[in-house]
């Protein structure tokens, strides 16, 4: 993934919305792809493992850029990560994975 796509889509909106707001939006845009993924049937798209590598990408920016900012999108993508894990599992829509938290 392109670090400064990245800067651009997440850390963009982070700071235009807010820490709240960007999680609901990550909510809904993680939820319409889930959903958009299920019309075509296509398995092979797991938004949760996704938003995780999207986490780990913004995690590898504030080690090295030091800004605050990555490591808050960084905590608000994992979340949303967790979240959409446990909706997705719940609708047997994915495997147990211990990457994730099973018990909530």
């Known amino acids: 993934m392109n670090i400064d796509f ?11 919305l807010g820490a709240y707001k960007f999680y609901k939006s990550l909510l809904v845009y993680s939820v319409k792809n889930m959903m958009n993924s299920q019309k075509e049937n296509n398995s092979s798209i797991l938004i949760h493992v996704e938003l995780l590598d999207y ?7 504030y080690r090295r850029e030091g800004d605050p900012n990555y490591l808050e999108v960084s905590k608000i993508l994992r979340k949303v990560a967790h979240k ?10 994915t495997n147990k994975n211990d990457k994730f938290l099973n018990l909530v």
């Open 55 to 61: 986490c780990d990408q913004f995690i590898i920016l």
């Open 84 to 93: 959409m894990y446990r909706i997705m599992l719940k609708n047997n829509l």
């Open 6 to 16: 990245l800067k651009k889509e997440f850390l963009q909106k982070y700071i235009a």
